[in-house]
């Protein structure tokens, strides 16, 4: 299993566990149009696992 500890790594898939000793507030964000998302930060030793692996991820 491969462990991205560096600045800016990203996770993606349909499922994704995360642990964390404290978690912020859930905050609503635009994606787009009407769409919305929430979104946390997780601090002091978090931690990621994906669950589930994504269909498909577009390229940019």
């Known amino acids: 299993m491969t462990i991205y500890d560096s600045e800016n790594d990203v996770l993606k898939?349909?499922?994704?566990?995360?642990?964390?000793?404290?978690?912020?507030?859930?905050?609503?964000?635009?994606?787009s149009g009407r769409h919305k998302a929430q979104q946390v930060t997780l601090t002091d030793n978090?931690?990621?696992?994906?669950?589930?692996?994504?269909r498909y991820i577009g390229e940019k």
């Open 13 to 31: 898939g349909d499922k994704i566990v995360c642990e964390a000793r404290k978690i912020s507030k859930i905050r609503k964000i635009n994606k």
């Open 46 to 54: 978090a931690k990621c696992t994906v669950i589930k692996k994504a």
